[in-house]
């Protein structure tokens, strides 16, 4: 016989622990893993195997062992975890690869100030470039004066000598990295890229990575060696080196402030803020703004600005209308430079030339494949802005979209595992509903019926058939009690009827030791609040009944600035460790799905306080 297809109750607190687990950054593959133990104990079944799939540019997790349709409901919450914990990943490895990149950039101007010698310089630049683009070899060639090619420096992630050691001309085969009469990158072969080494405005030479196996490079990976042949072309001019190492230093360590920002999850606004600094100070302009671009491209929300002068500037919102440097970068995706103003309109421009700008610099900041926002740099008076703004504004906007895109997946989780706790508590609700006006009825009217055939018993009938019947009653009673308790701990009546204080008060007059409970007169609280701050209360004080041996357990709670505070203190032997899965491990997440947090205080022979605190306004509550 088949087992019975799972309750929505039970597949809802499989999914609260699977979503509690992607919250504390599992990876996909972990998921997958817990998502089939979980369907096997769930379903009862021996063997459960989960694959995922991509369909449509996503991802669903499908079951390859046969579940039939008890487990559709759950395999689409199973997909949708999926979705949120592959998203975080990307995000994570955004910000790792940035990081790293920024590291070995700051590595080699480093060895450039320290005064390494050219052979030092070009095997750390070549080495460097291999080992964070992923590739297998790379080379740096310099082009001669005759049109051949020396390769100065090689390098092998095997560690083997890489091909191509001597003077070369690339004309010979056609297999050079890069024609010496050409003035760009190449980037037809996705296994092999190579940039110009450009110094003093001259082609030097260039750089090549490749992998083996015509396994592709990184889409970017044109852009990222960019950055390292511009740093090699910059430390090999003798006359502009120093200068350029001080420029390159200064916005390397902008962005790695602005990459730990984002790396440490910090709010979206603090980041804004970060950046429009940093960008003003790196590029030595006077103004910044970054600002959000709404959906239809028609307004420019300015959400942070730094002037030179110090000056704190409004947020305002105007309209993306004329022809001007923010309206280009919104329109296109593309950065757009605006040095001639005479002819440049719309609102934005107006502002402008109030501000006596004369030079200004504009990038799209992309989210998902779309226009979030732009943020935009200034000269005013007679100054200019430095060559290249452009692209090293644009290092900047990558960071702040992982950080639009941190935000947005933290909002997400949160939102969905409110949904989790809400739809966990409805479940709860509707059983203990179900059994107060059905089962527990049902069982009255039994009862009722049972006394009365136990009345009509003549007394002249076995005095054993009476203590039969009246054992049975007895246990119908008992039984009736069991229900009527079990009713109350899925979800107290007495909690949506009355509120907390007269549930917890009952709590404690049901409890074997004394509960001392000191909770003043609350208005009713939101429906998710109460029930949290119960199951906080009653997990605490089955926790302090069955390990903590106490005399008296005190219950406090109360109001303090729109904040709920509870704390259950027991005069126990202490010792509790919330990670030992004496539930208080599962609570703590039902806390924090609500914006809430939790505190466990339990020294050895001191008791133990479990204390809890919660925004009246928690994400996911209603009223």
């Given at each position: 016989m088949p087992a019975p297809a799972p309750t929505p109750m039970q597949e809802d607190e499989v999914v609260y622990r699977l979503a509690a687990l992607v919250a504390r950054g599992i990876s996909s593959e972990e998921l997958l893993e817990a998502s089939a133990r979980e369907l096997q104990r769930l379903l009862s079944v021996q063997t459960v195997r989960l694959a995922v799939v991509d369909v449509g540019g996503g991802a669903l997790i499908v079951a390859e062992t046969p579940l039939g349709q008890r487990a559709e409901r759950i395999m689409e919450a199973f997909s949708e975890l999926l979705a949120m914990t592959v998203r975080a990943e990307g995000e994570r490895a955004r910000v790792q690869q940035l990081q790293q990149?920024?590291?070995?950039?700051?590595?080699?101007?480093?060895?450039?100030?320290?005064?390494?010698?050219?052979?030092?310089?070009?095997?750390?630049?070549?080495?460097?470039?291999?080992?964070?683009?992923?590739?297998?070899?790379?080379?740096?060639?310099r082009f001669a004066p005759d049109g051949g090619v020396e390769y100065v420096a090689t390098w092998a992630r095997s560690g083997e000598a890489a091909d191509g050691t001597g003077p070369l001309d690339p004309a010979a085969d056609g297999t050079g990295p890069l024609d010496p009469a050409g003035d760009g990158p190449t980037g037809d072969d996705p296994a092999c890229v190579s940039t110009p080494v450009t110094v003093e405005g001259r082609l030097w030479g260039a750089m090549t990575v490749s992998t083996s196996g015509g396994d592709p490079l990184p889409s970017d990976a044109t852009e990222r060696l960019s950055a390292f042949t511009e740093l090699l072309g910059t430390a090999v001019g003798a006359v502009s080196s120093r200068e350029q190492l001080a420029r390159l230093a200064g916005e390397e360590a902008a962005l790695r402030r602005v990459a730990t920002l984002v790396a440490q999850g910090s709010e979206p606004q603090r980041v804004f803020a970060a950046v429009t600094q940093e960008v003003g100070l790196l590029l030595d302009a006077d103004l910044a703004a970054l600002g959000?671009?709404?959906?239809?491209?028609?307004?420019?929300?300015?959400?942070?600005?730094?002037?030179?002068?110090?000056?704190?500037?409004?947020?305002?919102?105007?309209?993306?209308?004329?022809?001007?440097?923010?309206?280009?970068?919104?329109?296109?995706g593309a950065p757009a430079r605006q040095s001639d103003f005479a002819t440049a309109t719309g609102p934005l421009i107006e502002l402008a030339r109030a501000l006596d700008v004369t030079d200004s610099v504009a990038v799209p900041i992309i989210v998902q494949g779309s226009v979030w926002g732009v943020i935009a740099v200034a000269a005013s008076g007679s100054r200019t802005l430095q060559t290249g703004a452009e692209l090293r504004l644009s290092d900047f906007t990558e960071?702040?979209?992982?950080?639009?895109?941190?935000?947005?997946?933290?909002?997400?989780?949160?939102?969905?595992?409110?949904?989790?706790?809400?739809?966990?508590?409805?479940?709860?609700?509707?059983?203990?509903?179900?059994?107060?006006?059905?089962?527990?009825?049902?069982?009255?009217?039994?009862?009722?019926?049972?006394?009365?055939?136990?009345?009509?018993?003549?007394?002249?009938?076995?005095?054993?058939?009476?203590e039969t019947l009246d054992q049975l009653t007895?246990?119908?009673?008992?039984?009736?009690?069991?229900?009527?308790?079990?009713?109350?701990?899925?979800?107290?009546?007495?909690?949506?009827?009355?509120?907390?204080?007269?549930?917890?008060?009952?709590?404690?007059?049901?409890?074997?030791?004394?509960?001392?409970?000191?909770?003043?007169?609350?208005?009713?609280l939101p429906d998710q609040l109460e029930v949290a701050a119960y199951y906080a209360a009653s997990e605490a004080l089955t926790n302090a009944l069955k390990h903590a041996q106490p005399s008296v357990v005190d219950v406090v709670a109360g109001l303090d600035d729109?904040?709920?505070?509870?704390?259950?203190?027991?005069?126990?032997?202490?010792?509790?460790?919330?990670?030992?899965?004496?539930?208080?491990?599962?609570?703590?997440?039902?806390?924090?799905?609500?914006?809430?947090?939790?505190?466990?205080?339990s020294a050895p022979g001191a008791g133990t306080s479990v204390s809890i605190t919660l925004p009246v306004s928690a994400r996911g509550s209603t009223p």
């Open positions: 990149e920024q590291q070995a950039l700051r590595s080699v101007a480093m060895l450039v100030a320290s005064g390494i010698s050219s052979e030092g310089l070009f095997s750390a630049v070549t080495r460097a470039a291999g080992e964070v683009l992923g590739a297998d070899t790379a080379t740096l060639a959000r671009v709404d959906a239809g491209r028609s307004t420019f929300d300015v959400v942070a600005t730094w002037n030179r002068s110090g000056d704190p500037a409004p947020h305002a919102r105007s309209p993306l209308a004329g022809e001007n440097v923010i309206a280009a970068a919104a329109a296109t960071l702040v979209a992982a950080a639009i895109a941190n935000a947005e997946s933290r909002d997400e989780l949160a939102a969905s595992r409110a949904r989790i706790v809400a739809a966990a508590d409805d479940a709860r609700a509707r059983i203990e509903r179900d059994l107060h006006e059905c089962v527990q009825q049902r069982l009255v009217s039994l009862g009722l019926s049972l006394r009365t055939a136990v009345a009509a018993v003549p007394a002249s009938e076995p005095t054993d058939l009476r007895r246990g119908f009673a008992d039984a009736y009690a069991e229900i009527q308790e079990i009713a109350r701990g899925i979800h107290p009546a007495l909690l949506a009827e009355g509120g907390l204080r007269p549930a917890v008060a009952a709590l404690a007059r049901r409890s074997r030791i004394p509960v001392r409970v000191e909770i003043p007169e609350l208005p009713r729109g904040v709920f505070r509870l704390c259950v203190t027991d005069d126990g032997v202490g010792g509790a460790d919330p990670s030992a899965g004496t539930g208080l491990l599962g609570l703590r997440d039902r806390i924090e799905a609500l914006s809430g947090a939790m505190q466990v205080t």
